[in-house]
């Protein structure tokens, strides 16, 4: 079954510096998410990607943070220069919506980022 | 903004008995995610409701959708040990089909 595929599995940085959380979505699939969820806490919603542009996002999505789909495969979040409270696992989801069909988002298994 | 409330948020329970989750959000919404975590991993989807009275099941659990309400239900039976995991609902957020929002998770631990 296709998944969709994250790396790095465990991120480590310093705080203040600029970190990249790539995401292979599945292929057939439209739309893109991040989503967050500090230890032991709830899922967050970051942003939405669709078309190559920002659908919708989150008050935690603020300037420091960005989204981009380099290529034809690749969906990546940056964030620009990490403080110690970015420490979560970063969840990237893809689905297939569109034309009146909802289906649930398939997630990846996610990268803790560890910001110290 | 939709809230979505889950209880209880832990649950420890014996193998072989009956439960119920509980989902409650704050404002009207045609539609409810289920999904399972399992710890350090992933988000699995187990049930999307879609209207209505919507009740879907696969094997022990069971996944009901009341709109008026405003609750959405999930029903173990017969509890198994392998059931045990993070169980999360979650309704949608803005415009977008795939943005939720997330309860905070109900904690199942089945014991033999």
């Known amino acids: 079954e296709p998944e969709v595929t994250q790396t790095p599995s465990h991120q480590v940085t310093q705080m203040g510096q600029e970190v990249i959380l790539r995401c292979v979505p599945i292929?057939?699939?439209?739309?893109f998410y991040w989503y967050r969820q500090i230890l032991g806490q709830k899922v967050e919603f970051l942003v939405s990607?669709?078309?190559?542009?920002?659908?919708?996002k989150s008050e935690i999505f603020d300037d420091q943070f960005s989204v981009e789909r380099p290529d034809g495969s690749n969906f990546t979040l940056k964030i620009r220069s990490t403080k110690l409270e970015d420490s979560a696992m970063y969840f990237c989801a893809s689905s297939i919506e569109g034309q009146g069909r909802i289906s649930p988002l398939h997630f990846g298994n996610g990268t803790r980022l560890t910001v110290t | 903004e939709l809230k979505v409330e889950q209880n209880p948020l832990f649950l420890s329970m014996q193998e072989g008995k009956n439960y119920t989750i509980y989902c409650n959000y704050s404002t009207t919404s045609d539609r409810l995610y289920w999904y399972r975590q399992d710890p350090g991993k992933s988000l699995e989807s187990l049930f999307v409701l879609l209207s209505n009275g919507a009740v879907k099941q696969e094997g022990r659990l069971m996944a009901s959708l009341d709109t008026k309400a405003r609750l959405s239900t999930l029903h173990i039976t017969a509890a198994v040990h392998d059931l045990s995991a993070t169980y999360f609902c979650a309704g949608p957020y803005g415009g977008s089909q795939g943005n939720l929002i997330f309860g905070k998770g109900t904690k199942l631990s089945v014991k033999p």
């Open positions: 990607f669709y078309n190559n542009e920002i659908s919708e």
């Open positions: 292929s057939n699939h439209l739309y």
